[in-house]
């Protein structure tokens, strides 16, 4: 067995692993995975072994997928010390101490799939189906907008007829054409279902900022047990997804696994092969990678999974991705309570959602609360306001950021990433972080959280190490309170 290639030389018959080959089946090859868990279970109290990884870890260039499940599987207390002390440093080292703040939103629920821990499954037939219209996305974008997002995650069910991607095209146009008083969304991230290479470059043309498309597990049987209807059912059709994505030309795709179907030590090597692959196969890795865990909704019952995971393992999970691929960033959802994500963040979250509906036509009518529930995705357990999350963060240490400028400057892909593993992404990232955060506090913030804003951004000013910068920074703050918007790097 090799571990730092982690390739493993299949019994007769088996499928080969090949983190270059674009079949599914080859790239997350069953065979390996299994390898790398059995080799993690043989390892978890080497501490030999485990001090050679954690020392090429601390390097800050990633580790491969079966040393990373050595990590995961590690009964040593002391080393799991360790593990996280580590990951909290490859954070601020890559990171820093910005947390970029997102919202999802809802277009349609309908859906032809079969998918059993969602209420969007074609077999409820008790859920309202909702689908908006162009008008209705522009008041949910108004109130979005009017909370201070700048940057959003656009969710649908999958659904040919309802939800064709005509549709999706055409409310990404309403998205980015709304400003209303300084508002705008300037990056939109896409959450929709596996489809084609034309029409990845369709989502390309039409200024996506992120292709996300979450795996819910990996193995291919538990898959399609999972799916048991529906175009999702086709493991390698969905596995394959980002490859047809990068070959529509999206710069940036945004990986994850629904934590509670599967096996996590399962989940976790076969999401870093993925990763792998993408590296292997376009020589960029996965711009982001999103680690929700099954919660409660319509008819659905997280009990009825028998995979559920403890908060100490999620947090063990989210510290061994960070120092996995720590130029990935992670997000976390308002699936999680504040409890949870506050323990988190440290580890290696670099975004949250905040303020969310995880509900079609949420934002515009809070009033219809009952009604959005009954339509909800998941239950939201952190519900808390963006204004109270923005502070919650500041109180925290954090710099909550609206920055999406990487994007609209073409810093994107493989330029992305360069940047990111020299560790140079600071010298954008901190003075944006800063101006959007002043834009926030002067047109959405209450009284207490520009307060402790202010106080905030006078303190992070004096962290900037290039003083062109810091001056070229104080300028546009003056000019934000003048009433100017949209400065960057
Ligand atoms: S997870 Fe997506 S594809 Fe599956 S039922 Fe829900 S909305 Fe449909």
Redesign the pocket.
């Known amino acids: 067995m090799n571990l730092e290639c982690g390739v493993v030389l299949p019994r007769m018959g088996r499928i080969m692993y090949n983190p270059k080959s674009n079949k599914a089946e080859e790239f997350i090859c069953h065979d390996e995975v299994l390898a790398s868990l059995a080799f993690a279970k043989a390892n978890k109290n080497n501490l030999e072994l485990i001090n050679k990884i954690l020392d090429k870890a601390k390097l800050g260039k990633g580790l491969t997928h079966r040393e990373a499940a050595v990590l995961l599987d590690c009964e040593i207390e002391e080393k799991n010390q360790e593990i996280f002390e580590l990951a909290q440093k490859i954070k601020q080292d890559y990171y820093g101490n910005r947390i970029v703040l997102f919202a999802p939103l809802y277009l349609s629920?309908y859906?032809v799939?079969?998918?059993v821990y969602?209420p969007?499954?074609?077999q409820n037939k008790h859920i309202p189906r909702k689908k908006m219209t162009q008008e209705e996305i522009k008041e949910e974008v108004i109130a979005l907008q009017d909370m201070g997002h700048k940057r959003l995650a656009i969710e649908t069910?999958?659904d040919p007829v309802n939800n064709p991607i005509e549709y999706v095209l055409e409310s990404l146009k309403t998205i980015y054409s709304i400003h209303h008083k300084n508002g705008a969304i300037r990056r939109a991230n896409v959450n929709i279902?596996a489809t084609t290479v034309e029409n990845y470059r369709k989502l390309k043309e039409a200024g996506i900022g992120t292709y996300i498309l979450f795996q819910e597990t990996y193995n291919k049987k538990s898959y399609e047990q999972l799916?048991p209807t529906?175009p999702?059912h086709n493991y390698a059709y969905h596995t394959e997804a980002m490859d047809r994505a990068m070959t529509g030309g999206i710069d940036d795709v945004g990986l994850g696994v629904l934590f509670g179907l599967e096996g996590y030590r399962y989940e976790f090597s076969a999401l870093l092969m993925h990763a792998e692959h993408l590296e292997a196969a376009f020589g960029v890795g996965p711009h982001t990678i999103s680690v929700p865990r099954i919660k409660r909704a319509d008819d659905i019952n997280p009990d009825d999974f028998d995979n559920g995971i403890d908060d100490d393992i999620f947090a063990k999970i989210i510290a061994c991705i960070r120092i996995a691929v720590p130029y990935t960033g992670m997000i976390i959802s308002t699936r999680e309570s504040d409890k949870c994500r506050e323990r988190v963040l440290k580890l290696g979250i670099s975004q949250i959602s905040g303020g969310s509906k995880t509900s079609v036509g949420g934002y515009a009518h809070p009033e219809n609360e009952k009604e959005d529930e009954e339509t909800a995705?998941f239950d939201v357990s952190d519900r808390r306001s963006l204004d109270e999350v923005v502070k919650w963060l500041m109180g925290l240490g954090y710099v909550p950021s609206f920055c999406t400028a990487c994007y609209r400057e073409g810093r994107v892909g493989d330029r992305f990433m360069a940047i990111c593993k020299e560790q140079q992404i600071h010298n954008f990232c901190h003075p944006n972080a800063i101006m959007t955060l002043k834009e926030y506090l002067e047109d959405y913030a209450s009284d207490e959280t520009k307060k402790i804003g202010e106080e905030l951004i006078q303190k992070e000013l004096a962290t900037l190490e290039n003083q062109k910068i810091e001056c070229a920074v104080e300028k546009n703050l003056v000019s934000i309170e003048n009433g100017q918007r949209d400065f960057r790097f």
């Open positions: 629920n859906c799939n079969g998918c969602c969007y499954h074609a069910g999958e279902a799916h529906g999702k995705q």
